[in-house]
């Protein structure tokens, strides 16, 4: 092969090379972002939450109010409407939603702009993240600080991922002289021995409520409604006189499988 055969190969093969690298996809981290947040909204049946002070009626006809609820949502990922997936990067990606505590009732997230047309979520924490190095459980996770919540079990049965508690005059006497009752329900599977396993994971279609439209300079927002009637209410009736306490026990199972239905999609604040 002459040097001229192969100077002129190099012409026409040189920007063939050239053309494929400008069809490589820019580096996702200058990918433009915005804020979506996303609303959890507790309510029982048709009425609005109110700690302490709201009576609520349960499917058994018991009659309760509720001090306490408190719940793990993890894991989040968003179908875009181009059927393309983002998932929150997983370190900052756990949350504990409290009821009665203005910052503590949403998420707020910044993702890729775009439109959002389903939501998915953990109700609970992951086994993994549950059996991790306390280094890497910082935050809502952390066992020790900010814990007096007391949303912790121990290395081998993990995280409480659901509480709730109040009174019912259908819950026995406690200890302190009042009706009682407390459903603290957690279980990834454990790691050192098998244990329950009570992970939910929800998956709500955004497009008849709204989808979330997310674009530079504003926040679009997620309304959830949760409603923990649906503890009691499900699968299982679940009764206040039957069951005034479950914690990690077999028992809980019903009740993870009756709370994991009570997410639903409202409306989208675009
Ligand atoms: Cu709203």
């Not at 996303?38 to 309510?43: C, K, L, S, V």
């Not at 048709?46 to 349960?58: A, E, H, K, V, W």
């Not at 990067?89 to 702009?113: I, M, N, R």
């Not at 026990?249 to 993870?256: E, L």
């Amino acid at each position: 092969m002459t040097i001229h055969k192969i100077i002129i190969i190099v012409l026409f093969v040189a920007p063939l090379f050239t053309s494929c690298s400008k069809d490589a996809q820019p580096p996702s981290s200058t990918e433009e972002r915005s804020s979506l947040s996303i609303e959890f909204d507790n309510i029982v049946g048709g009425q609005n939450l109110q700690l302490n002070t709201g009576s609520y009626t349960n499917a058994a006809g018991e009659t309760f109010s509720v001090d306490r609820l408190q719940y793990f949502v993890s894991n989040i990922s968003l179908n875009k409407t181009d059927g393309t997936v983002y998932t929150v990067p997983q370190d900052s990606s756990y949350f504990l939603v409290k009821e009665g505590e203005e910052d503590a009732d949403h998420v707020t997230l910044s993702v890729p702009t775009g439109e959002y047309s389903s939501l998915s979520f953990v109700l609970g924490v992951d086994s993994l993240r549950s059996t991790m190095d306390i280094a890497k459980r910082t935050g809502a996770l952390d066992p020790s600080g900010g814990m007096d919540d007391g949303m912790y079990w121990g290395w081998n049965s993990g995280y409480i991922f659901f509480k709730m508690e109040g009174l019912s005059p259908e819950a026995p006497v406690d200890p302190t002289g009042k009706h009682k009752f407390r459903y603290h329900i957690g279980g990834f599977g454990g790691y050192s021995a098998p244990t329950i396993n009570n992970i939910k994971t929800v998956t709500l279609n955004l497009t008849p409520g709204g989808v979330a439209k997310v674009r530079q300079g504003r926040n679009s927002n997620i309304h959830l409604m949760v409603d923990v009637l649906k503890v009691f209410n499900g699968s299982t009736t679940v009764s206040l006189a039957a069951n005034p306490q479950v914690m990690f026990s077999d028992y809980s199972v019903n009740i993870a499988n009756n709370y994991a239905t009570m997410f639903r999609h409202d409306h989208t604040e675009n």
